[in-house]
């Protein structure tokens, strides 16, 4: 079960750090790193888009809005890694 906790354990680690690529390449414009954000989008638009239905954007001033999907999905993983591994592996 050990071994399992920790396939899982990675594999949210490795899913939060994509969330956290997607963010960072929605604040570049390039073409090359477009191509990459649609690609994470894939994984992480369809929730994303949801909590902001939610939690919507809050405007600091014309033009800039501050979205605080990512930050509640990341806060989600968190959470559901902990109590999936601690169902698992109660000592992990």
Excluded: C
Aim: glycine letters at 4%.
């Amino acid at each position: 079960m050990r071994m399992i906790a920790e396939i899982i354990h990675t594999a949210f680690g490795v899913y939060e750090l994509g969330l956290i690529a997607y963010v960072l390449l929605s604040w570049l414009n390039h073409p090359q790193v477009n191509k990459a954000r649609v690609w994470l989008g894939r994984f992480y638009i369809p929730i994303l888009d949801a909590i902001s239905k939610k939690v919507r954007p809050v405007e600091i001033k014309p033009g800039f809005r501050f979205d605080f999907s990512p930050i509640i999905f990341l806060f989600a993983l968190t959470i559901l890694r902990s109590v999936v591994i601690f169902l698992l592996v109660p000592r992990f």
